[in-house]
C-alpha cells in the first residue's frame, strides 16, 4: 500500500477504514496497547472513584511525569520510570499518616506544593536533557506513535498482574470501601487492603500515561468509571459497563487521532467527557421522569368520578 | 558585571516581585479557606485558555484573563454544589485540558510559532519577559494585591467563621466571589511567571509555610506575602547563577524548601478546631 492510499482519508466505510488502518505495524499495536490500557484503568477506575481516592490518583498521575523525564534523562527506558515512580510514590501516599497533623488546609497546601515541585522537577530533567523539549508534550498529552511490540507485551504482563491481584482481593476491597468500618469489625484486613489498592492504582496510572499522556489520565481513570456508575448502581453490572466504556472512547480516540492532526489525549478526553455528560444528563431526565408522568396518571384517576367519564 | 545590568534579569525581577507578591497574598487566603483545590483548577483553566487566545490569533494574556476570570465568575455562582462533586470537577478539568492540547496542535500546525509555544505556558518563561510586559504584570499584580488588601477584614471574618459573619451581615457571597475573581486573575498572572502547572506551588508553598509559622492571620498574610517575593528573588538568583536550572524550577525548589523546612523545626501547635483530614 503506498503512502497516498494509505493517506486517503475516512471513507464512511468502516471495515475498509479498519483494515487500511490496521496495515500499519504501529496502528495495530496501538490497538493493542490502548484496549490493555483501557481494561485495566477503567477496572482500578472503578474502585478509585467507588474509594473518592481521585485526588490520590490525581497525585500519581502528575509524579508519571518527572518519572518519564528521569528516565529519558538516565537513558533508560520511559516505560521503567513511570512504573518506579508511580509504584513508589503510591507506596509514599500510602505510608503518609492519615490523621492528626494539622488540619485539612495544611494537608491541601502541602499536596498541592509536592505536585507542583514534582512537575518542576520533571521540567528540570527535560531541561537537562537538552533537545527533548518537542517530545514534552507527547508526554504530557499522550501519543499512540512508536509503540513496540516489547512494550506492548510489558503493558498485557502488567496489567494482567494486577487485574489477577484485584481479582484476589476484589470481594474484601469491595466491602472495604463501602463500608470500612464494618469490614474492620469483621477482621477485613482494612489498611493492608488500601495499600495494595494504592499500588495498583500507581500501576494503573503508569500504564494510563503511556497512552493519554499525564496530564490527562483523569480521562480514562475517572470517567469511564463516574459514567457507568451513573447508568447503574449494581457493583458487577457498572464494573462491566466502565470497561466496554474504556475501550469504546479508546478505539474511537484512536481511529479518530490517526485521521486528524491532533493529539489523541484530546480525543480521549472529549469523547469520555461526552459519555459522562450524556451519562449524567440521562440521570437528571430519568429523575425528573416520574413527576412528569406521575401527573397525567394521577389526574384522570382523582377527578375522574368528579367529571363523571362517559 | 552583575546580574543587574542584564534588561531580562531585570524585567523578570520587577514582573516577579508584583507576581509573588500578589501570590502570596490570595494563596494565604486560598489555604485558609480550603480551597487550593480551586486554585489547581484555574491553572488548567489558565493553560486552555492562554493557547485559545494564541490559536484565535490574540495575544495570549487576553485568552489567558478571559478563561479565568469566567471560570472563577462560574465557580462561585454555582458555590458550594460544585466542591463537593470531586469526580465531576476532575472530569471538567480534564476534559479542558485536553482542549488545552488540542489549541496547542492548532497553533503549533496554523500559527507561524513551533511547537515549543505550550511548553513556555505550561512551564514559563519569566526570563522572556519585555519591558511593556513585565510593567503591565507588575502593575496588574500591584492592584490585585491591593484588591486583596481592601477586603482583608470582611474576607478573614468570612473565611474562619462564614455562618457567624453572615449572621453579623457580612456579605458572604459575594465576597467569595470577588475573592475567586481575585484568584483567578492572580493565576492568569503567575502563569506568565512559572507556568500553569507550577503556579500551584507559587500559591500553595508560601502560603503553607507562613500558616505554620504563626497563628495570628494578619502576621501570616504579611508573613506569607514576605516569603513569595523572597522565594522568587531567591530563585531567579539562583537560576542566574547556575543557568542549566529553569528559572520556574528554581523559584519553586526554594519554595518548597522553606516549606519542607519549616514541617520539619516547627512544631504542630495543638489546634482549637481540628477538622477531619481530606481523604486520599
Known amino acids: 500500500m503506498n503512502w497516498a492510499e494509505a493517506n486517503a482519508g475516512w471513507s464512511w466505510n468502516p471495515a475498509a477504514d479498519i483494515q487500511q488502518i490496521w496495515a500499519f505495524p504501529f496502528m495495530v499495536n496501538a490497538f493493542r496497547a490502548g484496549t490493555v490500557v483501557a481494561v485495566l484503568a477503567a477496572v482500578i477506575g472503578w474502585y478509585m472513584v467507588l474509594r473518592k481516592q481521585s485526588f490520590a490518583g490525581h497525585t500519581l498521575s502528575v509524579i508519571s511525569f518527572p518519572g518519564a523525564a528521569c528516565a529519558t534523562l538516565l537513558g533508560v527506558s520511559a516505560g521503567l520510570g513511570y512504573f518506579a515512580f508511580c509504584v513508589g510514590g503510591a507506596l509514599v501516599i500510602a505510608a503518609i499518616p492519615r490523621s492528626g497533623q494539622g488540619g485539612r488546609s495544611q494537608e491541601s497546601a502541602l499536596t498541592g506544593t509536592v505536585q507542583a515541585f514534582l512537575l518542576a522537577c520533571g521540567f528540570l530533567f527535560v531541561a537537562l536533557y537538552k533537545g527533548f523539549l518537542g517530545g514534552v508534550n507527547a508526554l504530557l498529552f499522550g501519543s499512540f506513535l512508536g509503540i513496540t511490540t516489547t512494550q506492548v507485551i510489558t503493558l498485557a504482563v502488567v496489567a494482567a498482574l494486577a487485574l489477577g491481584i484485584l481479582a484476589l482481593i476484589g470481594r474484601p476491597l469491595l466491602f472495604a470501601s463501602i463500608d470500612g468500618d464494618v469490614a474492620a469489625a469483621r477482621r477485613v484486613p482494612v489498611r493492608a487492603l488500601s495499600v495494595v489498592f494504592l499500588v495498583l492504582l500507581g500501576a494503573a496510572t503508569a500504564e494510563a500515561s503511556q497512552i493519554t499522556g499525564t496530564l490527562l489520565v483523569f480521562a480514562l481513570l475517572v470517567m469511564p468509571a463516574a459514567a457507568a456508575q451513573q447508568i447503574t448502581a449494581r457493583p458487577a453490572l457498572s464494573l462491566v459497563a466502565a470497561v466496554l466504556i474504556a475501550v469504546l472512547v479508546t478505539w474511537c480516540a484512536l481511529v479518530t487521532a490517526y485521521y486528524s492532526p491532533y493529539p489523541i489525549g484530546f480525543y480521549v478526553t472529549t469523547f469520555a467527557f461526552g459519555v459522562y455528560a450524556l451519562a449524567r444528563t440521562g440521570r437528571a431526565l430519568a429523575a425528573i421522569r416520574p413527576d412528569v408522568s406521575e401527573e397525567p396518571a394521577n389526574t384522570p384517576v382523582g377527578h375522574a368520578p368528579l367529571g363523571g367519564t362517559p | ?280
Open chain 2, 1 to 280: 558585571m552583575s546580574a543587574f545590568s542584564h534588561p531580562f534579569f531585570l524585567h523578570a525581577l520587577l514582573a516577579g516581585t508584583g507576581i509573588a507578591f500578589a501570590a502570596g497574598l490570595v494563596g494565604y487566603f486560598l489555604v485558609l479557606r480550603a480551597q487550593v483545590f480551586t486554585g489547581d483548577a484555574l491553572s488548567h483553566v489558565a493553560f486552555t485558555g492562554a493557547l485559545a487566545g494564541l490559536a484565535l490569533g490574540y495575544d495570549l494574556r487576553l485568552g489567558l484573563f478571559a478563561a479565568t476570570l469566567a471560570f472563577a465568575i462560574l465557580m462561585g455562582l454555582v458555590g458550594k454544589r460544585g466542591r463537593a462533586d470531586d469526580v465531576a470537577i476532575g472530569s471538567v478539568f480534564s476534559w479542558i485540558l485536553g482542549l488545552g492540547a488540542f489549541f496547542l496542535t492548532l497553533y503549533a500546525t496554523h500559527g507561524a510559532a513551533d511547537g515549543t509555544a505550550g511548553v513556555g505556558v505550561l512551564f514559563g518563561s519569566i526570563f522572556g519577559l519585555s519591558a511593556g510586559q513585565a510593567w503591565l504584570a507588575a502593575a496588574v499584580a500591584v492592584g490585585i494585591g491591593l484588591a486583596v488588601l481592601a477586603v482583608t477584614r470582611p474576607l478573614l471574618f468570612a473565611s474562619v467563621d462564614e455562618a457567624v459573619a453572615a449572621a453579623r451581615r457580612v456579605p458572604v457571597r459575594i465576597l467569595g466571589i470577588v475573592f475567586l475573581v481575585l484568584a483567578g486573575a492572580c493565576a492568569a498572572e503567575a502563569t506568565q511567571a512559572v507556568g500553569s502547572l507550577l503556579l500551584l506551588g507559587l500559591l500553595a508553598a508560601p502560603a503553607g509555610t507562613a500558616q505554620r509559622l504563626t497563628d495570628r492571620p494578619y502576621r501570616a498574610l504579611a508573613l506569607s506575602a514576605g516569603l513569595a517575593v523572597t522565594e522568587m528573588w531567591a530563585g531567579l538568583a539562583l537560576s542566574y547563577a547556575a543557568p542549566q536550572l529553569p528559572p520556574s524550577f528554581s523559584i519553586l525548589a526554594v519554595a518548597t524548601a522553606a516549606y519542607a523546612v519549616t514541617l520539619g523545626v516547627v512544631r504542630n501547635r495543638p489546634r482549637t478546631r481540628l477538622r477531619p483530614v481530606q481523604a486520599w
